[in-house]
């Protein structure tokens, strides 16, 4: 039986990280765009409107809110009533391999960034979100339980630290 680790649970927060055309290596990574009302999108089409739906859970007390849509897995950071980014389930994808290897870096950033001294791991396959199911909610914290492809399960926490900072 072949074991399958989890090395790396990545936001694919592409827009806000830069303008340039850099793409991940392994051609894996969906495009990010902006969508119709000015946010960011990252991932699949969610076919929703950032404020749509009462059942999404909102974390945050300040300006800056996280919304999440619990059938959908999508995030939606607002400033006030202003979408500033989506974050579909699509952009949200779990770096894999067959083995870890102890001099091997597992840091996704040069993946994305392109960054020409860089190899991927041997055997690095991403995975994409394919249920989620909500664990646990609060006005300051939600935990969403994930399972990805393969039946891989994860864990989600999008947590206001502090007024407007959420991790």
Do not use: H
Not at 13 to 29: E, I, K, T, V, Y
Not at 66 to 72: G, L, N, Q, R, Y
Not at 74 to 103: F, H, K, S, W, Y
Not at 145 to 154: C, D, K, M, N, V
């Amino acid at each position: 039986m072949k074991t399958v680790t989890t090395i790396a649970l990545f936001l694919l927060l592409l827009p806000a990280c830069g303008d340039d055309d850099n793409g991940a290596a392994d051609g894996g990574a969906p495009d990010a765009g902006t969508g119709d009302d000015g946010a960011a999108d990252t991932g699949a089409d969610s076919g929703g409107d950032a404020g749509a739906g009462d059942d999404r859970i909102r974390v945050g007390s300040g300006e800056f809110r996280v919304a999440i849509d619990p059938a959908t897995a999508e995030l939606t950071v607002t400033r006030g009533d202003a979408p500033l980014v989506r974050i579909a389930a699509g952009g949200i994808q779990l770096g894999t391999v067959a083995r870890i290897e102890d001099d091997v870096s597992y840091d996704p950033l040069p993946l994305v960034r392109g960054d020409p001294g860089y190899t991927p791991p041997l055997g690095l396959r991403w995975v994409e979100v394919k249920s989620s199911a909500v664990a646990e909610t609060s006005s300051t914290r939600a935990v969403l339980a994930l399972t990805f492809e393969r039946g891989i399960p994860a864990v989600l926490t999008v947590e206001e630290s502090a007024d407007g900072s959420f991790r």
